[in-house]
């Protein structure tokens, strides 16, 4: 049994740390809101974020993110990416040299286009860094669905600690080297996903959600390895599943505000109608950013980007990607005739 600090009490933290209390472990969750942390400890469920999932009586919960911390075997970071720099540098002062954080958030930060890990590792440089992620939603893991993940880290063996303490019948962990890779799909889904939903709300069909899915993960593909990421890592559950379940989900707070958006509401209002914080749009400027930078065409990412932040009409951003240039599909590939 090891003694885990979970920080951040949103849908996703009180999932997991639902499976780590189920496989026996020792856990600690932390909010910053103490109405959140009453709530939690009254209720027994997060019942405005993870309604119908209750937890077991043997969760406990604080607001002290020292208590949270200290003497911890292993900390879950879970609070939306948007907060992970901040957050990290106030758990700063209370980790251990060598102390194994998993990250869990989706994003990369937009002033410094670091992803994630790479912020935790500038802020808390002496813990032992690793991620996780994967499709996964927090509404189907806290039920005890079955789901697959991938544990990532530098080391082997970071990897398989994290692998060794979320493991069970239900919720399979892989393990991966590639942690670029699987960062890169994990935040860039987000932002296909919105383009999906944009989609669903203008009342488009099958045809142009395979069609986003499919270009979509070709545009994370090609930033993906500019940056580094190897294939196997994009084609796997990090890239391909991960885009697969945030763009055909309901449960997707990504996709269900590109459906508003389709309808005619602007950024903020969707944002303020799924109530919940949606990452695609914190990670579609970085992604641009990043796409600048290492010289790479993103054309739905960019269309994307358009829509949120300069008003564009969705149906005009779809017409864009419609009528670009006539391309062949795949550059690489070698006509045998001339």
Same mark, same amino acid.
């Given at each position: 049994?090891?003694?885990?600090?979970?920080?951040?009490?949103?849908?996703?933290?009180?999932?997991?740390?639902?499976?780590? @209390?189920?496989?026996?472990?020792?856990?600690?969750?932390?909010?910053?809101?103490?109405?959140?942390?009453?709530?939690?400890?009254?209720?027994?469920?997060?019942?405005?974020?993870?309604?119908?999932? #209750?937890?077991?009586?043997?969760?406990?919960?604080?607001?002290?993110? #020292?208590?949270?911390?200290?003497?911890? @075997?292993?900390?879950?970071?879970?609070?939306?990416?948007?907060?992970?720099?901040?957050?990290?540098?106030?758990?700063?002062?209370?980790?251990?040299?060598?102390?194994?954080?998993?990250?869990?958030?989706?994003?990369?930060?937009?002033?410094?286009?670091?992803?994630?890990?790479?912020?935790?590792?500038?802020?808390?440089?002496?813990?032992?860094?690793?991620?996780?992620?994967?499709?996964?939603?927090?509404?189907?893991?806290?039920?005890?669905?079955?789901?697959?993940?991938?544990?990532?880290a530098k080391s082997r063996e970071t990897a398989?600690?994290?692998?060794?303490? +979320?493991?069970?019948?239900a919720f399979r962990v892989y393990t991966s080297? $590639?942690?670029?890779?699987?960062?890169?799909?994990?935040?860039?889904?987000?932002?296909?996903?919105?383009?999906?939903?944009?989609? $669903?709300?203008?009342?488009?069909?099958? =045809?142009? &959600?395979?069609?986003?899915?499919?270009?979509?993960?070709?545009?994370?593909?090609?930033?993906?390895?500019?940056?580094?990421?190897?294939?196997?890592?994009?084609?796997?559950?990090?890239?391909?599943?991960?885009?697969?379940?945030?763009?055909?989900?309901?449960?997707?707070? =990504?996709?269900?505000?590109?459906?508003?958006?389709? &309808?005619?509401?602007?950024?903020?209002?969707?944002? $303020?109608?799924?109530?919940?914080?949606?990452?695609?749009?914190?990670?579609?400027?970085?992604?641009?950013?990043?796409?600048k930078k290492y010289g790479v065409d993103l054309?739905?990412?960019?269309?994307?980007?358009?829509?949120? +932040? @300069?008003?564009?009409?969705?149906? @005009?951003?779809?017409?864009?990607?419609?009528?670009?240039?006539?391309?062949?599909? =795949?550059?690489?590939?070698?006509?045998?005739?001339?």
């Amino acid at each position: 049994m090891a003694k885990i600090g979970m920080i951040g009490a949103g849908s996703w933290g009180t999932a997991l740390a639902a499976v780590l @209390d189920k496989n026996g472990h020792e856990v600690l969750v932390w909010s910053a809101i103490e109405a959140e942390v009453q709530m939690l400890q009254e209720h027994q469920e997060h019942i405005e974020k993870l309604p119908g999932v #209750k937890l077991a009586d043997t969760i406990r919960y604080t607001s002290d993110l #020292k208590q949270a911390v200290s003497g911890m @075997d292993a900390l879950v970071l879970a609070v939306p990416s948007m907060y992970t720099r901040q957050t990290a540098h106030s758990m700063a002062p209370y980790v251990a040299g060598g102390q194994l954080l998993i990250s869990v958030a989706k994003g990369i930060e937009e002033d410094t286009l670091m992803t994630l890990s790479q912020v935790i590792e500038q802020e808390i440089p002496q813990s032992a860094t690793a991620v996780l992620c994967g499709p996964s939603h927090a509404e189907e893991v806290g039920r005890g669905m079955p789901s697959a993940l991938v544990a990532g880290a530098k080391s082997r063996e970071t990897a398989e600690r994290v692998q060794h303490y +979320f493991m069970n019948e239900a919720f399979r962990v892989y393990t991966s080297p $590639d942690v670029v890779g699987m960062e890169i799909g994990a935040s860039l889904k987000n932002v296909i996903a919105l383009a999906a939903g944009m989609a $669903d709300g203008l009342g488009y069909g099958d =045809n142009t &959600k395979a069609a986003l899915i499919t270009r979509g993960i070709n545009e994370i593909g090609r930033l993906g390895l500019a940056m580094g990421a190897k294939y196997e890592t994009l084609s796997g559950l990090t890239g391909i599943g991960d885009l697969i379940v945030t763009c055909a989900s309901m449960h997707s707070r =990504n996709r269900r505000a590109g459906i508003l958006m389709g &309808k005619g509401y602007s950024m903020k209002q969707a944002m $303020d109608e799924v109530k919940m914080v949606v990452e695609g749009v914190y990670s579609a400027k970085a992604a641009m950013g990043l796409a600048k930078k290492y010289g790479v065409d993103l054309p739905i990412i960019e269309q994307v980007n358009a829509a949120l +932040f @300069d008003n564009k009409p969705v149906k @005009d951003a779809v017409y864009e990607l419609m009528t670009r240039d006539k391309k062949a599909e =795949n550059e690489e590939l070698a006509w045998e005739a001339q």
